[in-house]
């Protein structure tokens, strides 16, 4: 059993009660809100004559369902507009903050929170979305919540959830020459499964972790759900104090010192016991694609595919129309989508933008560049990455989920290949029941869109 780690102490420090189906009841000190998981919450709070006692712990906007086109309302999806309105309402008759595209403010919702420091270490996170795993990036137990739980963390501020294991993932070694943070997580689930981490909480550490921003951080929690981890979390350092420190929503003055002490308090100690610890190191690891149905799906960017040698690959190959042995680099694109709660910040922004200037991308390749928040396009406008977008041909877009999930006008288009660098590669996962989704860095996503295939970022780093 798992002692002196982050998990535990956040863990207790948030424990109500153990309830007699021997779950425990933890506060939720966090509830991030948006449009899709939201109407039936609001409507069963008001036919049940209850309210929301602790507005001030929920932030809402709304990212999956809006255009990154025109974003002026009424949206030209009737049901999107609905949902907006919808939104819009419940959370003015609840008194709940909102950021709205009128706010400058919106964005998807694991991108504004940390942005806004309103995601910190040592705290509780719920949100109707599996990939609030995100939030871990900052030592917080961060979860995804389904509809009728989002009504009753509005209800209660409380969640009710089963414990977990905790599993020390420790990758050491350097991050050079194209390698990111988004080929560390597709290494991680390739080796472990989608499976591996059901019933595990995954602590990220070693080298790798110490000396990455927080923003690849953000990337490697957000996938671990793809793990099959309810949860994953980085031990908060100087790097989270510093990323944290000076945002709208940070502690200021005596409350920074606080908060500061609490944070340093709550990381796992040196004498951590985990129920079971990984490793990996970059000696192993290239810019990795996937190339089937699941994230664990996946090669180096030099390998071939596997033998079709389980039914799991065999329904891969049979959907995404590949053969075993075909070396991934031969493999074509139609589309690149740079964007997702995964990969939409601005260093992802400038990662792209760094193999796209000066270049043109193929007139055989549609490419979306979209902006995780309002905020994050207009940085990157800022520092000029938006002419380099688009003088490369590329699209530059308003913020929003986009093509990660297509609840928008942005799908593909019958069975075209994207070069993603979102979070799924389901079947159908982009607005197209045949459409086919290779998960890749931004790096490596701008690459592909410049040659029209599959390609090594680091021919064009040279």
């Not at 288009?413 to 459409?435: K, L, P, Y």
């Amino acid at each position: 059993m798992a002692k002196d780690t982050l998990y535990n102490k956040v863990w207790d420090l948030h424990k109500v009660t153990t309830l007699p189906n021997g779950q425990d009841q933890l506060f939720i000190g966090l509830h991030l809100v948006h449009e899709v998981t939201t109407p039936q919450a609001f409507a069963a709070i008001r036919e049940s004559g209850s309210t929301v006692p602790f507005p001030k712990r929920t932030f809402s906007t709304e990212d999956h369902i809006i255009p990154t086109d025109n974003q002026a309302h009424p949206y030209s999806d009737p049901q999107a507009e609905l949902m907006s309105a919808t939104l819009a309402k419940n959370v003015k008759e609840y008194n709940i903050p909102f950021f709205g595209t009128d706010s400058g403010k919106q964005g998807i919702v694991h991108v504004i929170g940390p942005e806004l420091g309103l995601t910190r270490p040592g705290m509780t996170i719920a949100c109707g979305d599996s990939h609030t795993s995100t939030h871990g990036a900052f030592g917080s137990l961060a979860f995804g919540i389904g509809t009728s739980q989002v009504g009753l963390v509005l209800q209660t501020q409380t969640l009710a959830l089963t414990p977990f294991k905790v599993r020390r993932i420790n990758f050491n070694g350097t991050l050079t020459g194209g390698l990111t943070a988004k080929d560390v997580i597709l290494k991680i689930i390739q080796t472990l499964g989608v499976n591996g981490g059901i019933g595990y909480a995954y602590e990220f550490g070693g080298e790798v972790f110490d000396n990455m921003s927080m923003e690849g951080r953000l990337t490697v929690c957000n996938m671990s759900i793809e793990g099959g981890a309810r949860i994953g979390y980085v031990n908060p350092d100087q790097t989270t104090f510093d990323y944290i420190e000076g945002r709208e929503y940070a502690p200021k003055g005596a409350e920074w010192d606080s908060s500061l002490a609490y944070w340093k308090s709550i990381a796992s100690g040196d004498d951590a016991e985990y129920d079971d610890v990984v490793n990996f190191h970059t000696d192993d690891l290239s810019p990795m694609v996937t190339w089937g149905i699941t994230p664990a799906q996946s090669v180096g960017v030099n390998d071939t595919l596997p033998a079709s040698d389980s039914q799991i690959t065999q329904e891969a190959y049979t959907y995404m129309k590949f053969k075993p042995r075909t070396p991934i680099k031969d493999i074509p694109i139609n589309v690149a989508f740079i964007g997702s709660c995964t990969n939409s910040r601005i260093e992802d922004m400038r990662e792209a933008a760094k193999i796209l200037d000066g270049k043109q991308v193929s007139a055989s390749v549609k490419t979306l560049v979209v902006p995780g928040s309002q905020q994050v396009k207009k940085q990157a406008e800022a520092e000029g990455l938006d002419k380099i977008f688009k003088a490369a041909g590329a699209e530059w877009r308003e913020a929003g989920c986009s093509m990660c999930l297509a609840m928008n006008p942005d799908k593909l288009i019958g069975d075209q290949v994207c070069a993603s660098t979102s979070n799924r590669n389901f079947m159908g996962r982009q607005g197209s029941t045949t459409g086919r989704t290779l998960l890749m860095s931004p790096g490596m996503a701008a690459a592909a869109a410049i040659a029209g295939k599959v390609i090594d970022v680091r021919e064009l780093l040279v």
